[in-house]
């Protein structure tokens, strides 16, 4: 088992109609809030806490339908989303925030950024999903419902998306919180499949024009990443005033194949901003 110089505790919040689960590192405000890619859970930051020299309280919640959060049945919109991180805001009485999103939870940063600029101090979006090519996002979609449940753990440890680059450690840690035991002895992902299809399907719908963000922005991509191409990163780098752009040694899930120097990149911008 990994042993972390930081404990996060574990919070449950109810807002928007669901119950909504955090991971919690403490510290003093502002705090970081990290956004998770879709089909993961807060999991993927684990590593890049450990690694990161801030000494600010950290949130990562689990969206709904993922994780430890509750599994509604319908509701999986980028507007969805973006009223549930308010309720969570709301109830744990959040000032602004450094927000942190990834694949996904980078859509759904640039989104809140946009429409709630008061509660964004800074923003770091990495390798978002902003113009997914529908190839990709049918891909994916088959792969989350085909390989949902597993004969074995040791079987879905192996079979993890994007974790070629991942230490072993990383597989052990993210494995041991991310997939449920069944009472067969076979194992599923902690995520709802009519959801995360859902949400994926949404990604290949541009946002470009629902884009409005103000607040000192950062964004990373990795460099072997077919997700978020280089061009897409120009781009949005360009739509943002005064945004920096950068690329890190990764695949697509940038947290979990370099979380040393993902956490280098927010510690330096995050403790100028």
Known sequence: MTAFRRTAQSLRVAGNGLGLHLLDWAGPSPPVVLLHPNRTNARVWDFVVEHSTLAHRFLAPDARGHGLSDYPAQGYDYDDYLDDLRACFDALELGPVHLVGAAT???????????????????????????????????????????????????????????????????????????????????????????????????????????????????????????FPRTTMDRLCASIPGARGAEIEADHRVSQDNPQALAALLDGFIGRA
Not at 142 to 170: I, K, T, Y
Not at 195 to 210: F, K, S
């Open 105 to 227: 939870g980078g859509n759904l940063a640039l989104l809140l950024a946009s429409q709630d600029p008061k509660r964004v101090l800074s923003l770091t979006v990495v390798d978002p999903g902003v113009s997914l090519d529908p190839a990709i996002g049918h891909a994916v979609r088959e792969q989350m419902v085909r390989e949902f449940r597993f004969e074995s753990l040791d079987e879905a440890r192996a079979r993890m998306p994007f974790s070629d680059h991942w230490s072993e450690a990383m597989k052990d840690h993210y494995s041991r919180h991310s997939f449920r035991p069944l009472a067969d002895g076979r194992v599923e992902w902690r995520y709802f499949p009519p959801g995360v299809v859902a949400t994926e399907a949404m990604l290949e719908a541009p946002i470009w024009d629902r884009l409005a963000v103000r607040c000192p922005t950062l964004v990373l991509r990795g460099t072997r990443s077919a997700v």
